[in-house]
């Protein structure tokens, strides 16, 4: 094996996608990977990280629960910085890669305790509009930083940073450059809350649609990702509304549902704003109200600022007020349509490409 690039991520879809599409394209290069990430999100055992080395570090995060909790926290960080910095020093990495998020400090950290011949080059991603915590504790070392947004708050301002955009799946890749179809007679609404789902479309959106004038509920197809337990009442709710609707828990083919969908109902992480303007779709984005940044909130009004979505915030979003602002998108589709064009004017393709190009260049004498 040559020196190899170490991938550094775990944790949410939104935070593993863009790993995996920039380690396939490095793979495709000709590079030697490995994966680190830690005990608490475990193995990958999926797509291209089955066949890849990979290293389960301990190191979880630092925000346990009291002093106790923080104690252990910091002490798990210890010692996954230790592992790491011993894998590092025996694969004679080449770099090491972070996408944010918890699993990403140990081995980053780690590489600037080895001695200078062997210390591998630093890169990080940002996937949001505001550096994430892990990011922000990794930007102290001074490595290059890859962006997803042209604007990003609570960058350094000595930070080194490239626009690559946000790596996408290329089942989602693939959507770029496809056209948007105003809805004429069947309006299809993909709803969906972020890889772990988000109970508040289910509470919320089943109600709105279901006071629709009677006119539109008929024309309407809803694919909804809904929450295992939650599933039964919300179908019915459905049903008695006479709105063909399709739920599921997880949605497995993200690029089939995008291409259908007139609109989409949603959370603002950064990966699913990267796939809405990768297809070009509109969308009402309720940014995840706990985010420890409200970087989802910084993620939507991107969007909102660009023409391509209609934000409300969650304490707003009731079914009254999402009832009023469907019907009146569904009676001015020009609005949907118009939103969709500038949705696509906003994505930035080959991100993926692009944090591969800087990695390389990193790895240049
Ligand atoms: C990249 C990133 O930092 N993302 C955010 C998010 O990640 P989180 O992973 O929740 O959300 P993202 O929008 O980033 O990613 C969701 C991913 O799940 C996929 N999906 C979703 C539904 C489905 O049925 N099937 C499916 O495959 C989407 O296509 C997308 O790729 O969590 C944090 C809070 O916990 C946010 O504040 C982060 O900003």
Same mark, same amino acid.
């Given at each position: 094996?040559?020196?190899?690039?170490?991938?550094?991520?775990?944790?949410?879809?939104?935070?593993?996608?863009?790993?995996?599409?920039?380690?396939?394209?490095?793979?495709?290069?000709? %590079?030697?990977?490995?994966?680190?990430?830690?005990?608490?999100?475990?193995?990958?055992?999926?797509?291209?990280?089955?066949? @890849?080395?990979?290293?389960? @570090?301990?190191?979880?995060?630092?925000?346990?629960?009291?002093?106790?909790?923080?104690?252990?926290?910091?002490?798990?960080?210890?010692?996954?910085?230790?592992?790491?910095?011993?894998?590092?020093?025996?694969?004679?990495?080449?770099?090491?890669?972070?996408?944010?998020?918890?699993?990403?400090? *140990?081995?980053?950290?780690?590489?600037?305790?080895?001695?200078?011949?062997?210390?591998?080059?630093?890169?990080?991603?940002?996937?949001?509009?505001?550096?994430?915590?892990?990011?922000?504790?990794?930007?102290?070392?001074?490595?290059?930083?890859?962006?997803?947004?042209?604007?990003?708050?609570?960058?350094?301002?000595?930070?080194?940073?490239?626009?690559?955009?946000?790596?996408?799946?290329?089942?989602?890749?693939?959507?770029?450059?496809?056209?948007?179809?105003?809805?004429?007679?069947?309006?299809?609404?993909?709803?969906?809350?972020?890889?772990?789902?988000?109970?508040?479309?289910?509470?919320?959106?089943?109600?709105?649609?279901?006071?629709?004038?009677?006119?539109?509920?008929? #024309?309407?197809?809803?694919?909804?990702?809904?929450?295992?337990?939650?599933?039964? #009442?919300?179908?019915?709710?459905?049903?008695?509304?006479?709105?063909?609707?399709?739920?599921?828990?997880?949605?497995?083919?993200?690029?089939?549902?995008?291409?259908?969908? %007139?609109?989409?109902?949603?959370?603002?992480?950064?990966?699913?704003?990267?796939? @809405?303007?990768?297809?070009?779709?509109?969308?009402?984005?309720?940014?995840? *109200?706990?985010?420890?940044?409200?970087?989802?909130?910084?993620?939507?009004?991107?969007?909102?600022?660009?023409?391509?979505?209609?934000?409300?915030?969650?304490?707003?979003?009731?079914?009254?007020?999402?009832?009023?602002?469907?019907?009146?998108?569904?009676?001015?589709?020009?609005?949907?349509?118009?939103?969709?064009?500038?949705?696509?004017?906003?994505? #930035?393709?080959?991100?993926?490409?692009?944090?591969?190009?800087?990695?390389?260049?990193?790895?240049?004498?």
């Amino acid at each position: 094996m040559s020196r190899p690039i170490v991938i550094a991520a775990g944790g949410t879809g939104g935070h593993f996608f863009p790993a995996e599409a920039v380690a396939t394209v490095l793979a495709e290069r000709g %590079h030697d990977l490995v994966l680190m990430t830690d005990a608490r999100h475990g193995r990958r055992d999926t797509g291209l990280f089955r066949d @890849l080395p990979q290293y389960v @570090l301990d190191g979880a995060g630092v925000a346990g629960k009291g002093l106790g909790g923080k104690v252990r926290g910091v002490l798990a960080l210890l010692r996954g910085i230790g592992e790491a910095r011993r894998v590092l020093k025996s694969l004679d990495a080449a770099a090491v890669v972070g996408f944010g998020g918890y699993p990403s400090i *140990p081995p980053l950290t780690a590489s600037r305790f080895l001695p200078s011949a062997k210390r591998p080059r630093m890169v990080i991603h940002e996937g949001n509009a505001v550096l994430g915590q892990a990011n922000a504790f990794l930007a102290r070392f001074s490595p290059l930083i890859a962006t997803s947004y042209a604007t990003v708050a609570r960058l350094p301002q000595h930070a080194q940073t490239t626009l690559t955009g946000m790596p996408v799946r290329a089942g989602i890749e693939a959507l770029f450059g496809n056209t948007y179809a105003v809805p004429e007679e069947r309006i299809n609404l993909l709803v969906w809350g972020g890889s772990l789902g988000a109970r508040v479309f289910s509470e919320v959106v089943p109600q709105a649609l279901a006071a629709l004038p009677e006119e539109l509920r008929k #024309r309407l197809k809803v694919t909804q990702q809904i929450k295992a337990d939650d599933l039964d #009442r919300v179908r019915a709710i459905y049903t008695d509304a006479g709105i063909e609707v399709e739920a599921a828990p997880f949605f497995t083919d993200v690029p089939a549902c995008l291409r259908d969908a %007139h609109l989409v109902i949603g959370r603002a992480g950064g990966s699913s704003v990267a796939e @809405l303007t990768m297809s070009g779709r509109p969308s009402i984005l309720v940014p995840l *109200p706990i985010a420890a940044s409200d970087e989802q909130g910084a993620n939507g009004q991107a969007l909102v600022d660009a023409g391509a979505a209609w934000m409300i915030r969650q304490p707003d979003f009731t079914p009254t007020a999402l009832t009023a602002l469907l019907t009146d998108l569904f009676s001015q589709p020009e609005k949907l349509e118009n939103a969709a064009k500038a949705a696509h004017f906003c994505a #930035r393709p080959h991100a993926a490409a692009k944090v591969a190009d800087l990695i390389e260049s990193a790895l240049r004498p």
